[in-house]
């Protein structure tokens, strides 16, 4: 599976943005569609998923700040934020799942000045 991330850049805080992926490259069905972030000296971290039931699953830290959600038929996954704040700055990774194993993208920057 590989997947590509698009979205990312320049946002000032209390601003919003939305991320998009899309997979390519397996015939084996996709389970879960998320999004990870990593911020420089940090681990990465879970931001949310979606289940293909479309069940959302979010980090505290984005929660009702965050909407996610995909579209099966291309296969693709949006993150959407709002009420951006200098710590959602991170380099954002696309991360998919299928009964085979966990796939990333190759990660999108998010920066955002105060």
């Known amino acids: 599976v590989q997947l590509q991330a698009s979205g990312g850049g320049l946002v000032q805080a209390g601003g919003s943005l939305t991320l998009s992926c899309t997979a390519s490259g397996s015939s084996f069905s996709i389970s879960d569609l998320g999004w990870y972030r990593q911020a420089a000296g940090k681990e990465r971290e879970l931001v949310a998923f979606v289940s293909n039931a479309g069940v959302p699953t979010y980090a505290a830290s984005v929660k009702g700040r965050a909407t996610i959600s995909r579209d099966n038929a291309k296969k693709a996954v949006y993150l959407q934020m709002i009420s951006l704040r200098p710590e959602d700055a991170a380099v954002y990774y696309c991360?998919?799942?299928?009964?085979?194993?966990?796939?990333w993208g190759q990660g999108t920057e998010v920066t955002v000045s105060s």
């Open positions: 991360w998919a799942r299928n009964y085979r194993g966990s796939y």
